[in-house]
């Protein structure tokens, strides 16, 4: 079995806006409407460079759910298709990725849209203003309130939505309709799905979706116009920005040759359902229902036949994929392990009695899925599948990464890795369940000859940059520039396709040493680097060997922890969440002594003679004598390391950016117990080096004792006693 390593990269968890100004690499389009389960749209970013993905290329996503890999490739000017049978989130990513609209037209006409509900429900007695009388009146007992049809109606969720919200979204509907413009049409549509989830109903999303506490009555004609306003501030920063083609295609993404050429894909990047007992029709079955996607329980049968088997409730006696995989020990003896549980434990329902079946079909359906996928994958195209351990069949642990990675491999794809994306606590075992990123690469078809031996991506990584090198350095030389042109050559000697060229840069300069040939040319107290030298080329450069990482030995401060209560609740290790640690409890400000704030974080931008840089976060800050900074910020999580050259970076971004500002480059990292390190580096005869470094731990304000606070007090600038 593939087994899962140290996480090669650890991508952030950044959902919705973190600051007040708009960017637009965070644009609210996937807040339009959202599966509560959907992956981060960082993370698409993140494997669009690691992969090398370019204009030209086209990345699928064969479970596109709402469109996150869509809308991200869309906003880099990447060429997308997107594959999802439930037709709700299948609509939803066709209108997420059509910006050709006019933001005007579309607010003025919602405007119409919603006055003319409004007098409909004014006309019944009732208001869209809570504070008014006519709101939520008493008598509406005596107001004849409209309702779904019987067969659309047994297919809600019980007490997802109350009769008088529910007849004030049937009146909108009928208005929306009546006052019906084909351009903006769908937009509003998808605008109702969002405010029917987000304030209407009464339904809650955790792990499953549920029902809450009933609103009686809520003012859905001005949710839904709230929601219109959000899209239209968005498409107004958007709109025709790019005309990159999206595509979204309803199917069934184990039949993909049906909806897909051959040969057509450069890369996958997706999220596929898990085995576990999340039926995600019931996420959507609410908007779905109301916006006339599903109308009959045919319907509903019909939407889950052409689903993975990933629960029960979508188990038929017609499946076969379980045959796919019946030779794959690892699968049977999961599966084998659930069933004697189940009869020890001596659970006898009908769902109980499906799931080793189900786990058997899970995995033969990805199976499916991923033998179908061959025939539209580009030579050398490259793959990273978002999954998640399991444990919801009566505690049996399922690693799923680590199984399709396997099943993926005996299907003749190339295992690149797995890396770790976060963890999360199981309710029931208690246990920390991986979430991982299963990283593939289709070598292409053998259809003739022998079959060449599959090779270990990061000896090929070695190989290529070993032969740059070597072709090129001289004797006392500090300095060897390349280009991707020269990769590309050798990489086609290596017979290894360029595709992964972008993740062999990204992998020598932030997460894998340098080979030891080419570390071995460098002096006492050296190391090779590699530098950007502008778009496509780049520099092997000789510098003093100062590594990044933090004193061990360095004295601790306790800061109590202003992290709000959610926040820290639901935050990982990763770096987006060490830099929500060190935004609300203002490290910064304590660490450099300057009141700061967060200007933007992941900017990102082209810096002359260097190339495309991203910065993690910026701040600004302005001192008590009145002079104006700018605080670069590089944050590293779990096992990611920090590296000079992102410093480097951060001071050429602030220098092409923010010339009239003193630039102090800060990096933070987390150290075990939750230690927050914070580094800040200033210019040397050698470079960029460490100027001030210190350690912060968050903690229970009670947990401050005046023991601390008197050896805090004795303490010089220096942080010594």
């Not at 779904?148 to 997802?160: I, K």
């Not at 932030?510 to 107290?525: D, F, H, M, T, V």
Request: hydrophobic residues 40%.
């Amino acid at each position: 079995m593939v087994k899962a390593g140290t996480a090669v990269i650890a991508p952030s968890v950044q959902i919705g806006r973190e600051n007040n100004k708009l960017r637009a690499e965070d644009l609210c389009i996937h807040g339009w409407y959202r599966f509560i389960l959907s992956f981060p749209p960082h993370l698409v970013r993140d494997y669009v460079r690691r992969f090398g993905i370019e204009p030209g290329d086209v990345v699928l996503d064969p479970f596109c759910g709402t469109g996150t890999t869509l809308v991200e490739c869309k906003k880099l000017g990447i060429a997308s298709v997107g594959i999802e049978a439930n037709p709700m989130p299948c609509f939803a990513s066709r209108v997420k990725v059509d910006w050709n609209v006019d933001p005007e037209g579309l607010l003025q006409h919602a405007e119409e849209v919603g006055a003319r509900a409004t007098q409909k429900l004014e006309e019944d007695g009732l208001t869209e203003t809570p504070d008014l009388p006519l709101f939520g009146r008493a008598d509406v007992k005596n107001l004849k309130l409209r309702k779904l049809p019987e067969s659309s109606e047994e297919l809600l969720l019980t007490d997802s939505i109350n009769p008088l919200p529910l007849h004030r979204v049937l009146i909108l509907l009928e208005a929306m309709q009546e006052s019906r413009d084909d351009r903006f049409f769908r937009y509003e549509r998808l605008a109702l799905a969002n405010a029917l989830i987000s304030g209407i109903s009464n339904l809650e999303f955790g792990p499953e979706v549920g029902v809450g506490s009933p609103k009686t009555d809520v003012p859905a004609v001005s949710l839904w116009l709230r929601a219109i306003t959000r899209m239209v501030e968005d498409l107004r920063e958007v709109r025709a920005s790019n005309e990159v083609s999206s595509t979204v295609l309803p199917g069934d993404a184990r039949h993909l040759a049906r909806l897909l050429s051959e040969r057509s894909i450069s890369a996958v990047i997706t999220s596929p359902p898990y085995p576990n007992e999340k039926d995600y029709t019931r996420t959507t079955r609410l908007e779905s229902v109301l916006l006339g996607f599903i109308r009959t329980k045919q319907q509903l049968r019909g939407l889950k036949e052409d689903l993975v088997r990933s629960n029960t409730r979508g188990v038929f006696k017609a499946d076969r994929d379980d045959l796919l995989v019946a030779d794959n020990d690892e699968v049977q003896d999961i599966a084998d392990a659930i069933e004697e549980r189940r009869i020890a434990l001596g659970k006898t329902s009908g769902f109980e009695r499906l799931y080793a079946r189900v786990t058997r079909l899970y995995f033969g359906g990805m199976a499916r899925h991923l033998s179908e996928l061959r025939s539209v994958l580009r030579s050398g195209a490259q793959l990273a599948f978002v999954v998640g351990d399991q444990a919801s069949y009566l505690r049996v642990m399922i690693r799923t990464g680590e199984l399709l990675a396997d099943i993926a491999k005996s299907l003749g794809y190339e295992v690149i890795g797995i890396d770790l994306f976060r963890t999360r606590l199981a309710t029931a075992t208690k246990e920390q369940l991986r979430e991982e990123v299963v990283l593939l690469r289709w070598p292409g078809s053998r259809r003739k000859g022998k079959a060449k031996p599959m090779v270990n991506q990061k000896t090929v990584y070695g190989q290529i940059i070993e032969r740059i090198f070597a072709s090129k350095f001289k004797r006392g030389m500090r300095e060897v520039n390349f280009d991707r042109d020269e990769l590309a050559k050798i990489a086609d000697e290596l017979k290894l396709d360029p595709k992964n060229l972008g993740d062999l840069i990204y992998s020598f300069r932030y997460r894998a040493a340098l080979p030891e040939s080419i570390q071995g040319k460098a002096g006492e107290g050296e190391t090779w680097i590699i530098r950007p030298g502008g778009r496509g080329k780049y520099r092997l450069v000789l510098v003093p060997n100062k590594p990044i990482a933090p004193n061990v030995n360095l004295a601790t401060t306790k800061v109590p922890d202003a992290t709000p209560g959610v926040v820290a609740k639901y935050a990982l290790s990763d770096e987006q969440a060490l830099l929500a640690r060190v935004r609300y409890n203002r490290l910064v400000d304590i660490f450099t002594g300057v009141a700061c704030y967060s200007l933007q974080n992941h900017l990102r931008t082209a810096v002359p003679n260097m190339g495309q840089v991203e910065t993690d976060e910026i701040y600004v800050g302005v001192d008590k004598r009145g002079a104006h900074y700018v605080f670069p910020i590089q944050a590293k999580g779990g096992n990611d390391r920090l590296s000079i050259v992102q410093i480097e970076q951060d001071v050429a971004v602030c220098a092409h950016k923010f010339p009239s500002l003193i630039c102090r480059p800060i990096a933070a990292q987390f150290m075990a117990d939750d230690v927050i390190a914070l580094f800040e580096f200033e210019d040397s005869e050698d470079g960029l080096a460490i100027s001030a470094e210190k350690h912060y731990k968050l903690v229970p304000h009670d947990e401050v004792t005046a023991d601390d606070l008197e050896k805090y007090r004795l303490r010089n600038d220096d942080g010594e006693q």
